[in-house]
């Protein structure tokens, strides 16, 4: 997923970032800048850009990268720090108020639910607009998608609701019912209205609907390629085929359709065959086929214990549950009270992947950083919601050095820009650190930046993230999150003009 290639226009912007030189104006003669962020080490991961520079911010963009004086109506010191772009989050189930501060704390600027999605998709939309921290946006939701032709009823955004409110609460016809042609057909009638409301592709969670054949899933992929997104999926449950088997059905529907496939958590998809199931997406990828996919860095999983997901762990003796943790528990459950909890509902910890496997994915330039964080909105469940790119930086880039720091940025800001920007084209403007980008941004010190959430406290926030900008408006300053700002923005999928139509105008951030 390489830029596309606009000859003199780019290599020209990479030679002035280079060198030093602004693009649009700097220095004295211009006017203030709304925001300048002075004596920072500035890096993008587009350009190769790793120099101290001085950023200029104007309405909602930066408008300037200079090595001399820039002068700002606010202005913000990142002496001894790094300025990347803002980090985006392409799994982040935590679309509420408590998760985007902890998200925030962690340098991410936008955060998008395209795992599961949502669905009704304009609704959703609507309910965010004026009132979100970060930038948000998500795909179209198979399994809401299939709660209205099943049951008629509006899933909403499964992800957010209370314990015991999750998976299940759809009912079993939703989640085992096989649809026929015909229901297939009308399935992605359903999904498809929801791109045209602005979903940013098609969101899949097959584990959690094993009802949905591979032929509903194949046709969903063939109407995804004529719509021109991707399909963002949390694979089938391994059968007796093995973990990779899940991996071939993707890559053979995208072979086939055309259709474009973003994997969903690498790590907790494949376990110890990660290297294996790697090398197939690469193979995939070296064949022409449009595929990517991502990891938390962290050894244990998340889900709901009253999901489809634990239907094989019926029957098992008491030693195989030691792997599942209780939110707020130090003690691992058995097989009564797996009974009990499954019975209840709610989130549930799985501890068993190995720390040398999950440093070997982290270590993988090609694989997108996301957190695939739980809602903070109503209990504390994992760390990954709130410490996973400062745990990248910090612990895996610095401590354990094994990616460079700006192969971490890359992964956190440029790769899933590219990977959205074919359902949208704003996000050209986002992951980078240049001239005419939105200004989103990240300020850290590397030599202090650190995940500090747990397992035991879920919800500490990172440390050394200074200052994150969201559209030109500060919403971490000096380490705190700034009160009663809002800038954040839809990210929405754009249809292809009418000849002759206007454009719309672009929204910025009030006060950008």
């Not at 010191?77 to 982040?92: K, S």
Request: glycine share 12%.
């Amino acid at each position: 997923m390489k830029p596309k290639n606009d000859g003199g226009r780019r290599r020209l912007r990479r030679a002035l970032l280079l060198t030093g030189v602004a693009i649009a104006g700097s220095g004295a003669c211009s006017p203030p800048h709304d925001l300048v962020i002075l004596n920072g080490r500035v890096m993008d991961p587009e350009s190769g850009l790793d120099a101290p520079r001085n950023v200029g911010i104007r309405d909602g963009s930066i408008a300037a990268l200079a090595e001399g004086a820039l002068t700002g109506r606010d202005t913000l010191d990142a002496t001894g720090m790094v300025v990347a772009p803002g980090f985006i989050d392409l799994h982040a189930h935590g679309q509420d108020s408590a998760s985007h501060r902890l998200q925030a704390l962690d340098g991410v600027t936008t955060a998008l639910e395209m795992e599961v999605g949502v669905y009704p998709v304009a609704s959703w939309y609507e309910s965010r607009e004026g009132g979100a921290l970060l930038n948000y946006g998500a795909t179209v939701s198979h399994p809401g998608a299939r709660a209205k032709l099943i049951a008629g009823v509006d899933a909403g955004h499964q992800p957010t609701q209370p314990p015991g409110q999750g998976n299940a609460s759809m009912g079993s016809d939703v989640i085992y019912e096989t649809l026929d042609d015909q229901g297939v057909a009308a399935l992605a009638s359903l999904m498809e209205a929801g791109l045209d409301e602005g979903g940013l592709g098609y969101g899949f969670g097959i584990t959690y609907t094993p009802g949905a054949s591979r032929i509903e899933i194949f046709r969903l992929f063939q109407s995804a390629a004529r719509r021109g997104v991707p399909a963002y999926v949390h694979l089938r449950s391994a059968g007796s085929g093995g973990v990779l088997e899940p991996f071939q059905e993707v890559v053979a529907n995208a072979a086939a359709t055309g259709a474009a496939v973003h994997v969903v958590h690498l790590n907790s998809s494949a376990g110890e065959q990660a290297e294996r199931a790697l090398g197939m997406i690469r193979g995939a990828r070296g064949q022409g086929l449009d595929i990517t996919t991502e990891a938390y860095p962290y050894t244990a999983s998340a889900t709901f214990i009253e999901s489809a997901l634990f239907d094989s762990w019926e029957g098992r003796p008491d030693s195989a549950y030691a792997r599942l943790q209780w939110p707020g528990r130090a003690e691992r459950l058995d097989a009564r009270s797996f009974r009990e909890y499954r019975e209840q509902g709610g989130w549930v910890v799985i501890h068993g992947r190995s720390e040398a496997t999950n440093e070997w994915i982290v270590a993988q330039p090609d694989v997108i950083a996301a957190s695939d964080g739980i809602p903070f909105l109503h209990v504390a469940v994992h760390p990954r919601g709130a410490g996973t790119f400062s745990r990248i930086l910090g612990r895996y880039s610095r401590d354990r050095g094994v990616l460079s720091l700006m192969d971490a940025i890359t992964k956190m800001t440029l790769l899933p820009a590219e990977r959205l920007r074919g359902a949208a084209p704003d996000m050209e403007r986002k992951g980078r650190l240049q001239t005419g980008a939105d200004a989103d941004i990240a300020v850290f010190d590397p030599a202090v930046v650190a995940d500090r959430a747990t397992y035991a406290e879920p919800d500490a926030p990172s440390q050394g993230i200074a200052f994150v900008i969201v559209g030109g408006v500060p919403v971490v300053r000096d380490g705190v999150v700034v009160e009663g700002v809002f800038p954040g923005q839809a990210v929405m999928r754009r249809t292809p003009m009418r000849p002759g139509a206007t454009p719309a105008p672009t929204r910025r951030a009030a006060g950008g």
